[in-house]
């Protein structure tokens, strides 16, 4: 597991110097990609199905992103498009590929269809994190509107 995370950190942080993300702030970007990687190995180890660790690991992503944002003082986008590097299914994708290039089809619609909803599961993942960051500041102003008048 200890690889794992250190890989997905590692990867994670390459894709943020990809992306130009500030050189202060890649150490941040790979601990919200290992972080998410962590939540969606975990949740796969203990029998949870793909599509649901991965929309529960993009969901902490998104939480993670938008904590970090505001506490430093950057973009969400910074820490959330480079933390969902290790969740994509590109060997899956691959793999669909490469079994409609060798005529099963049965099996690559049913590994296109995976790879579909784990896509899926990915923007869900960051837009219900997205929701709730928008409820919780709504929530805040209003109390302290409250709290005002």
Do not use: C, H
């Not at 269809?113 to 928008?134: C, D, R, T, Y």
């Amino acid at each position: 597991m200890i690889e794992q995370l250190v890989t997905s950190f590692v990867a994670t942080a390459a894709f943020g110097v990809i992306f130009n993300v500030p050189r202060e702030s890649l150490l941040r970007v790979g601990f919200v990609g290992m972080a998410g990687w962590f939540v969606y190995k975990w949740l796969v180890t203990n029998q949870y199905d793909s599509v649901m660790a991965t929309f529960l690991a993009a969901f902490l992503i998104g939480s993670i992103s938008f904590i970090f944002a505001k506490f430093y003082r950057k973009p969400v986008i910074i820490f959330s498009v480079s933390g969902i590097i290790p969740l994509v299914p590109g060997g899956l994708a691959y793999d669909a590929m490469r079994r409609f290039v060798e005529n099963d089809y049965t099996l690559a619609i049913e590994l296109a269809a995976k790879v579909f909803m784990i896509s899926g599961a990915i923007a869900m993942g960051l837009v219900f994190s997205e929701v709730m960051n928008q409820l919780i500041i709504k929530a805040k102003k209003k109390e302290k509107f409250v709290k005002r008048g």
